[in-house]
């Protein structure tokens, strides 16, 4: 079981605009060409930060066209957020708050051999990272420039370095760069 933050990023390091707009990643390519098929069957638990969830609410429509359902996932997700967010029908969500590392031992045994994803965002990842908790990082790097908006990983993280494991090509718009995240970080 590893903790994984699975993500597309723009080539500056962004992973949606200011206002959170993801236009231009859906213009970048097919889901189902990419690695996400094979990861999402190995995912078991989810973590979700409160942007990531809102913008899943708000494009609802949208989802449902990319992946054929409003709510695409079957496994229990863990929302972190200081609000009081409204529940999606159906899906298994867990309203949590504070330290990742009580939340994390519940995904854990929620996932069973299977990994958790951190859907997004980046301080999420950058919590889990903090904690100690963060063994893999896999970034989709999008051709594209945003310029500004929100960060891929807004942690400062220079030693021990990232270990690259892999790198894949998916189409012309992508570029998958697979990080181990080595067990001496925080």
């Known amino acids: 079981?590893?903790?994984?933050?699975?993500a597309a990023s723009s080539l500056d390091g962004f992973i949606a605009t200011e206002d959170d707009s993801l236009d231009w990643l859906f213009m970048l390519g097919n889901v189902d060409e990419s690695s996400y098929p094979a990861f999402?069957?190995?995912?078991?638990?989810?973590?979700m930060g409160s942007a990531t969830y809102e913008w899943m609410?708000?494009?609802?429509?949208?989802?449902?066209?990319?992946?054929?359902?409003?709510w695409p996932y079957i496994q229990p997700v863990w929302i972190f957020s200081t609000r009081e967010?409204?529940?999606?029908?159906?899906?298994?969500?867990?309203?949590v708050r504070g330290d990742v590392r009580p939340v994390h031992a519940e995904m854990s045994k929620a996932a069973g051999p299977k990994?958790?994803?951190?859907?997004?965002?980046?301080?999420?990842?950058?919590?889990?990272?903090?904690a100690g908790l963060l063994d893999e990082i896999i970034v989709?790097?999008?051709?594209v420039t945003l310029g500004k908006?929100?960060?891929?990983?807004?942690?400062?993280l220079v030693a021990p370095p990232l270990t690259l494991v892999s790198v894949q090509q998916f189409g012309s718009g992508f570029a998958e760069l697979r990080y181990q995240v080595p067990k001496s970080a925080p």
Do not use: C
Not at 57 to 70: F, I, Q
Not at 149 to 156: A, D, M, V, W
């Open 85 to 95: 967010l409204q529940a999606i029908a159906g899906a298994e969500s867990h309203f």
């Open 140 to 143: 989709q790097v999008g051709s």
């Open 40 to 47: 999402i069957a190995e995912v078991g638990a989810l973590a």
């Open 115 to 130: 990994n958790i994803w951190i859907v997004g965002g980046g301080d999420l990842a950058g919590q889990f990272y903090d």
């Open 1 to 6: 079981m590893k903790t994984q933050y699975y």
């Open 57 to 70: 609410l708000r494009h609802a429509d949208e989802v449902a066209r990319e992946t054929g359902s409003a």
């Open 149 to 156: 908006g929100k960060p891929l990983f807004p942690r400062r």
